[in-house]
């Protein structure tokens, strides 16, 4: 079925949103921000308001995407993205093929509806640095910090935070000298993805749970395992490979607390 697929927490049931066509390579990369769900894929940037709780105000609604100003770099270029505190401002970071002349930018967006009517609504970059996270990070409230998995190649499957980047428009604040600095981060000493031998990582998600400091993770591994054989090396256990092709893919689920 063609659609996004859209999920109600409160009601528990399942629908699909308008559909996307991104230009390939491009895998959209989807933000909630304000009861507002945007898109960002290839070098496009959409708006999708919720649709309506009740029956009735369906007849003359027209649930589809909205077209935003085109982005000054590419999804695909995105390492790592979050939300403001503020409830409205999307950052990000990307690495490689920005429209600035940059090895890496932090960018930001307001979402907030009357930046929209002003004609206000741009991308603004927030300095040369890049935030420390791979993918999705979270604000924290007991932090006061972001909170994500972090980014550096030598780190995979920690947790790290940083501070909270100030939204004021560096080119008008006093302070932009030090709104170019990449903000203090911290790294946590615990790797939360497998380590086990014959479990390969294919791929793994946090979800802020919304109480102070506590996440689930979620992690998809491969389980690799030799062939399984009965005494003659030409004849295979066929009970035996089915149960081993049964467990090759898992997904390990559990709760993080936060400690820094």
Same mark, same amino acid.
């Given at each position: 079925m063609d659609g996004v697929p859209v999920f109600?927490?409160?009601?528990?049931?399942?629908?699909?949103?308008?559909?996307?066509?991104?230009?390939?390579?491009?895998?959209?990369?989807?933000?909630?921000?304000g009861g507002r769900l945007f898109a960002l894929a290839g070098s496009s940037f959409e708006r999708l308001y919720p649709p309506p709780r009740d029956e009735a105000s369906w007849e003359d609604f027209m649930w589809e995407w909205h077209k935003l100003p085109e982005l000054l770099f590419r999804s695909e270029?995105?390492?790592?993205?979050?939300?403001?505190?503020?409830?409205r401002t999307i950052f990000v970071s990307?690495?490689?093929?920005?429209?600035?002349?940059?090895?890496?930018?932090?960018?930001?967006?307001?979402t907030a509806e009357d930046v929209f009517r002003d004609g206000d609504c741009e991308w603004k970059q927030r300095g040369q640095w890049q935030l420390p996270f791979a993918g999705r990070a979270y604000y924290?409230?007991?932090?006061?910090?972001?909170?994500?998995?972090?980014?550096?190649?030598?780190?995979?499957?920690?947790?790290?935070?940083c501070d909270v980047v100030p939204t004021d428009d560096v080119?008008?604040?006093?302070?932009?000298?030090?709104?170019?600095?990449?903000?203090?981060m911290k790294l946590s000493k615990e790797k939360l993805f497998s380590e086990v031998p014959a479990e390969r990582h294919m791929g793994a998600t946090l979800v802020y749970m919304g109480d102070v400091g506590k996440f689930r993770l979620l992690e998809c591994i491969?389980?690799?395992?030799?062939?399984?054989?009965?005494?003659?090396?030409?004849?295979? @256990?066929?009970?035996s490979v089915d149960e081993v092709i049964e467990k090759k893919d898992h997904r390990k689920r559990? @709760?993080?607390?936060? @400690?820094?």
């Open positions: 109600d927490v409160r009601t528990r049931s399942f629908m699909f949103g308008p559909q996307r066509w991104p230009e390939p390579p491009a895998i959209p990369i989807y933000v909630a921000v270029h995105v390492a790592g993205y979050t939300v403001h505190p503020d409830g990307v690495v490689g093929g920005a429209a600035v002349a940059a090895p890496a930018a932090s960018l930001s967006f307001d924290d409230p007991g932090l006061d910090a972001w909170v994500g998995f972090s980014g550096d190649p030598g780190t995979i499957g920690h947790l790290c935070s080119n008008d604040s006093d302070d932009a000298g030090q709104q170019q600095q990449r903000p203090a491969y389980v690799e395992a030799d062939e399984l054989t009965t005494g003659s090396d030409d004849e295979t @256990n066929e009970d559990f @709760n993080v607390k936060v @400690n820094f």
